[in-house]
């Protein structure tokens, strides 16, 4: 049978590719033209070629950034992911407790991300906040003010505190869609609560796994405004990530060359894990 | 209100302009041949036309980021490895 083509529908779409336009693809060509030039402001450029992004690539400073930022991803994903499947094994399935649970998971993701850093920049500070100063009675020497490695002690179980949640949700919601039959063959067969997991629940939220890991990766590899308010990308820059120093090369020195063509380079990391990530997961879909 | 804040230059009016034409002309194939024309690569994956280009421009940024950061900024030499490169993909990817 021929399928039907028409392209006329093309036409609904003019509206939104006006809107994309105005919002993304002038300010990205922007940035392009950006990246091959100098300015000194007033509005006057001069022809740097592609120097800015030889000057980025080579630099320590953003070798150090992207290695801060992987560190940080690959940490909150190696414990936010087997936690949040952990807690939505132990949530109730029925009754009442059903929604209390459910709420209160949701309740940090309704916090707004300025908030929530400020919550804990408040609630880690060693002389008057609740978690500074319970770890410094027990003996601990915590500072996050002062010490890297308890700024990101903070850091990591800020975002772990925040985020979880949505990998508590999407697998639960992948838990709740499995068919009680699987179950009572399991039951039937004698498997125990390991073998249930193993062969029955975790082939069964593969999808929203995937979904979950693939979305919690993104949004901690672009994270900007929760570790800006806790830490400011301190002490010194040991908390400072890629989006950081971006805004402090182009807002804090004033360097618009440079920070264009980080910002570009950034983009086509993003652009490429996004582009891996959409193809595992519709290569999932479809097998 | 003239457009001297997007600071302009001929090569990266030109690059914008090679996306252009390489849009313009997958539509126009689009419009031809509909379907995009999949097929299964050597990635095993299915791709349409649209896709073997992306890969090909994604591809071909990080082949220049890479020569950027690892030799030198002549850029004669990862041209001739993008276009190399692009007609493998569109051959067998």
Redesign the interface.
Same mark, same amino acid.
């Given at each position: 049978m021929n399928k039907l083509q028409n392209n006329k529908a093309w036409l609904f779409v003019l509206p939104v590719f006006a809107l994309v336009a105005f919002n993304a693809i002038i300010p990205l060509m922007t940035v392009v033209n950006y990246s091959v030039q100098e300015t000194f402001g007033n509005n006057e450029f001069f022809w740097a070629g592609v120097i800015w992004f030889q000057d980025i690539l080579q630099s320590e400073r953003f070798h150090a950034s992207l290695g801060r930022q992987a560190i940080f991803t690959a940490s909150i994903l190696a414990i936010e992911m087997p936690l949040g499947v952990a807690i939505a094994l132990t949530m109730p399935r029925k009754g009442p407790w059903v929604s209390v649970c459910l709420v209160l998971m949701a309740l940090p993701l309704l916090i707004p991300w300025n908030v929530v850093g400020a919550m804990w920049n408040i609630f880690a500070l060693p002389d008057i906040g609740f978690l500074g100063h319970m770890l410094n009675a027990i003996g601990f020497d915590f500072n996050f003010t002062r010490q890297p490695g308890d700024a990101w002690f903070t850091l990591i179980l800020m975002d772990v505190w925040h985020w979880t949640s949505l990998v508590v949700l999407l697998a639960y919601a992948g838990l709740s869609s499995i068919p009680d039959a699987y179950y009572q063959a399991a039951k039937i067969d004698g498997a125990g609560s390991w073998a249930i997991f193993r062969y029955i629940q975790l082939p069964k939220l593969s999808r929203v796994l995937t979904i979950a890991f693939l979305l919690r990766f993104m949004d901690s590899f672009m994270i900007y405004t929760e570790p800006f308010v806790l830490t400011g990308g301190g002490p010194g820059n040991s908390t400072t990530l890629l989006s950081i120093d971006l805004v402090k090369i182009a807002l804090g020195q004033f360097d618009l060359g440079p920070a264009a063509a980080m910002s570009l380079i950034y983009f086509l990391i993003i652009l490429l894990l996004s582009w891996v990530f959409y193809t595992v997961m519709t290569r999932n879909e479809e097998q | 209100m003239g457009l001297?804040?997007?600071?302009?230059?001929w090569? /990266?009016a030109a690059?914008?302009i090679f996306i252009a034409c390489c849009l313009g002309t997958m539509t126009m194939l689009? =419009?031809r041949n509909? +379907?995009g024309a999949p097929r299964d690569g050597v990635l095993g994956? /299915?791709t349409t036309r649209g896709d073997r280009l992306?890969i090909w421009l994604?591809g071909s940024?990080?082949i220049f =980021?890479a020569w950027? +950061?690892l030799v030198s900024?002549l850029?004669w030499a990862p041209l001739a490895i993008a276009i190399v490169y692009g007609v493998l993909v569109f051959r067998y990817v």
């Open positions: - | 001297s804040w997007m600071a302009w230059t090569p /990266t690059f914008f689009e =419009l509909p +379907g994956l /299915t992306f994604l940024a990080f =980021l950027l +950061g900024t850029l």
